[in-house]
């Protein structure tokens, strides 16, 4: 199945610079951050991140760190329950990598010097979240747990910044992946903000290069991602030729704070959490509509308590149903949840005596750039981990704060196998890539935003996908004028965004069924007989993008 053009790569000026490591590692969130601290035993580490340090999705991450540490659990339920929630799709070894490693690796975390809740016994604490079957989330300071374990990585990799295995670079936005004549990853270039001790466009090289670069939130009108998460990773992985695979599977969070409709970018997460200690949603009417929907009611997985909220909200013709903690009560709301409390009152909502409105936003996305279970991509040299990765983890749904151990577990395995195997990788110098270059203009963004919200949104349909790919292939390459405008963060950003855009409307229109984190209005079953497998999107030199349909190989 072929497609539109997209870009080989983005129009940049030349790299005016030049820096070297062993391993280049972009993104600081949890795998990021791992990966760089682990792959000093392979060699010297650059870690480039797109702000600061601290500025990633891994620190606004409330409910926790999903891992089988109660006796009364074991990883064979975890890895039952994270199947069931993939709807079929799951790589089961992957998944099996996961659980059976994760509760080691959470341990680790701790001994590093992360802080989670505690017994009145000592024993880390535990609750449950949507689709679990066992208490067996960790959390730290109430629902800050991704703040918790991102200043104990950042205070691991501080207490040796005077390492010279390692070197970070802020405020650096990766252009695109650099590849050799063979088609190997050598570096990335970079557009670095002046506060570094670089600026300008300039060129990192390493023998391997590993993307944590985080999710692709920003390509949605609303979503509960920073601002940081414009989908550059994947973009340029794909431009570089990276297979990508499951875009289609984008999980809407269900309960994120309403705002009016006019509300757009970052919104406020209510964390599942809140319902996992037993806070109930109804419609506007007051009605407990989760009741009899499933099993679990409002902590079924998040894909089936989102198309609740969805149905709930079109039978009322309402703009949001209600999230009800009042019962739980304000003393023990405002300890187990004060951030969320602080956030609602900071919008005259107080959980402890109102009903607080919630609707879904785009939360997470469950495909991403193809790796295997050591995080290598298709490209020989990249590695993945992370949200901006698809390891075969998630299947057709995440399973709730399975992300945080995906990036722990995964950027422990990419170290491991750098350590293994970088002393054979003899990269050789950057090549120009065949192909279109490309640059939309960054005031094209919020288009692309309102297209996506309206084509590719928590329902779609033949109608509305075909008017999405119609919208956006009038900025396509050769669609647009000739001098598309300043190049600027903000225009490379933009860029990124249509191509993620591009890419997963495709696989949007083309899986014709409705599974997990995909809801087709016009197609409402799961079809196993003709959708049990991956849709595979990758670019040609001449910048077409092929997608091809892969069903699933049993474990």
Same mark, same amino acid.
């Given at each position: 199945?072929?497609?539109?053009?997209?870009?080989?790569?983005?129009?940049?000026?030349?790299?005016?610079?030049?820096?070297?490591?062993?391993?280049?590692?972009?993104?600081?969130?949890?795998?990021?951050?791992?990966?760089?601290?682990?792959?000093?035993?392979?060699?010297?580490?650059?870690? #480039?991140?797109?702000?600061?340090?601290?500025?990633?999705?891994?620190?606004?991450?409330?409910?926790?760190?999903?891992?089988?540490?109660?006796?009364?659990?074991?990883?064979?339920?975890?890895?039952?329950?994270?199947?069931?929630?993939?709807?079929?799709?799951?790589?089961?070894?992957?998944?099996?990598?996961?659980?059976?490693?994760?509760?080691?690796?959470?341990?680790?975390?701790?001994?590093?010097?992360?802080?989670?809740?505690?017994?009145?016994?000592?024993?880390?604490?535990?609750?449950?979240?949507?689709?679990?079957?066992?208490?067996?989330?960790?959390?730290?300071?109430?629902?800050?747990?991704?703040?918790?374990?991102?200043?104990?990585?950042?205070?691991?990799?501080?207490?040796?910044?005077?390492?010279?295995?390692?070197?970070?670079?802020?405020?650096?936005?990766?252009?695109?992946?650099?590849?050799?004549?063979?088609?190997?990853?050598?570096? #990335?270039?970079?557009?670095?903000?002046?506060?570094?001790?670089?600026?300008?466009?300039?060129?990192?090289?390493?023998?391997?290069?590993?993307?944590?670069?985080?999710?692709?939130?920003?390509?949605?009108?609303?979503?509960?991602?920073?601002?940081?998460?414009?989908?550059?990773?994947?973009?340029?992985?794909?431009?570089?030729?990276?297979?990508?695979?499951?875009?289609?599977?984008?999980?809407?969070?269900?309960?994120?704070?309403?705002?009016?409709?006019?509300?757009?970018?970052?919104?406020?997460?209510?964390?599942?959490?809140?319902?996992?200690?037993?806070?109930?949603?109804?419609?506007?009417?007051?009605?407990?509509?989760?009741?009899?929907?499933?099993?679990?009611?409002?902590?079924?997985?998040?894909?089936?308590?989102?198309?609740?909220?969805?149905?709930?909200?079109?039978?009322?013709?309402?703009?949001?149903?209600?999230?009800?903690?009042?019962?739980?009560?304000?003393?023990?709301?405002?300890?187990?949840?004060?951030?969320?409390?602080?956030?609602?009152?900071?919008?005259?909502?107080?959980?402890?005596?109102?009903?607080?409105?919630?609707?879904?936003?785009?939360?997470?996305?469950?495909?991403?750039?193809?790796?295997?279970?050591?995080?290598?991509?298709?490209?020989?040299?990249?590695?993945?981990?992370?949200?901006?990765?698809?390891?075969?983890?998630?299947?057709?749904?995440?399973?709730?704060?399975?992300?945080?151990?995906?990036?722990? #577990?995964?950027?422990?395995?990419?170290?491991?196998?750098?350590?293994?195997?970088?002393?054979?990788?003899?990269?050789?110098?950057?090549?120009?890539?065949?192909?279109?270059?490309?640059?939309?203009?960054?005031?094209?963004?919020?288009?692309?935003?309102?297209?996506?919200?309206?084509?590719?949104?928590?329902?779609?349909?033949?109608?509305?996908?075909?008017?999405?790919?119609?919208?956006?292939?009038?900025?396509?390459?050769?669609?647009?004028?000739?001098?598309?405008?300043?190049?600027?963060?903000?225009?490379?950003?933009?860029?990124?965004?249509?191509?993620?855009? #591009?890419?997963?409307?495709?696989?949007?229109?083309?899986?014709?069924?409705?599974?997990?984190?995909?809801?087709?209005?016009?197609?409402?079953?799961?079809?196993?007989?003709?959708?049990?497998?991956?849709?595979?999107?990758?670019?040609?030199?001449?910048?077409?993008?092929?997608?091809?349909?892969?069903?699933?190989?049993?474990?």
């Amino acid at each position: 199945m072929t497609g539109v053009r997209i870009a080989r790569r983005l129009r940049t000026e030349a790299p005016g610079w030049t820096v070297s490591a062993d391993v280049v590692v972009v993104g600081s969130g949890i795998a990021g951050l791992t990966a760089a601290l682990e792959a000093r035993k392979a060699g010297r580490v650059l870690l #480039v991140t797109k702000t600061r340090l601290a500025d990633s999705a891994t620190a606004w991450a409330q409910g926790g760190i999903a891992a089988a540490l109660d006796p009364e659990d074991s990883p064979e339920q975890h890895l039952n329950d994270t199947l069931v929630a993939g709807v079929g799709l799951c790589d089961e070894a992957a998944v099996r990598t996961l659980v059976t490693e994760g509760p080691r690796r959470v341990r680790e975390l701790v001994d590093l010097g992360a802080e989670f809740e505690r017994t009145p016994a000592g024993d880390i604490a535990l609750t449950r979240e949507g689709g679990h079957h066992r208490d067996r989330i960790a959390h730290s300071g109430g629902d800050a747990t991704g703040k918790e374990i991102s200043r104990a990585l950042l205070e691991a990799l501080a207490a040796i910044r005077e390492d010279p295995q390692i070197e970070v670079y802020e405020h650096a936005l990766v252009t695109d992946i650099l590849t050799d004549a063979a088609g190997r990853a050598c570096g #990335v270039t970079l557009h670095v903000l002046g506060e570094g001790r670089q600026s300008g466009v300039g060129a990192a090289l390493g023998r391997a290069v590993v993307l944590a670069a985080g999710g692709l939130g920003q390509v949605y009108a609303s979503t509960t991602n920073p601002p940081v998460s414009t989908g550059d990773g994947l973009a340029a992985a794909l431009r570089a030729g990276a297979q990508v695979a499951d875009l289609e599977f984008v999980q809407f969070h269900p309960t994120v704070l309403w705002l009016g409709r006019s509300a757009k970018g970052q919104q406020p997460l209510i964390s599942e959490a809140v319902r996992g200690e037993g806070a109930v949603l109804r419609d506007v009417e007051g009605r407990r509509f989760m009741v009899g929907r499933h099993e679990l009611a409002e902590l079924a997985p998040r894909d089936v308590v989102a198309k609740g909220v969805v149905t709930a909200m079109a039978e009322t013709g309402a703009e949001h149903v209600w999230l009800d903690a009042r019962h739980l009560g304000g003393e023990f709301l405002a300890e187990r949840f004060p951030t969320i409390v602080a956030r609602c009152r900071s919008y005259g909502i107080d959980p402890a005596t109102d009903l607080v409105p919630v609707a879904p936003a785009q939360h997470y996305a469950s495909g991403g750039i193809r790796t295997d279970r050591r995080g290598r991509t298709s490209l020989p040299g990249l590695y993945a981990c992370g949200e901006v990765s698809c390891t075969g983890v998630h299947g057709a749904n995440r399973l709730a704060s399975n992300s945080l151990l995906e990036g722990l #577990v995964w950027g422990h395995r990419i170290a491991e196998d750098l350590a293994s195997s970088l002393g054979d990788a003899r990269p050789g110098d950057p090549v120009e890539r065949d192909g279109p270059v490309s640059l939309l203009d960054a005031d094209a963004q919020p288009f692309v935003q309102s297209a996506m919200t309206a084509g590719a949104g928590v329902l779609r349909s033949e109608a509305s996908l075909t008017t999405l790919a119609a919208r956006l292939a009038t900025m396509a390459v050769g669609a647009g004028p000739d001098d598309p405008g300043p190049m600027t963060p903000d225009s490379w950003e933009t860029t990124n965004l249509h191509t993620v855009a #591009v890419t997963l409307g495709r696989h949007a229109a083309l899986r014709e069924e409705t599974r997990g984190g995909h809801w087709r209005e016009d197609f409402p079953e799961r079809d196993d007989a003709r959708w049990r497998g991956h849709l595979v999107s990758v670019l040609d030199p001449d910048g077409v993008l092929t997608t091809t349909y892969e069903p699933m190989k049993e474990s």
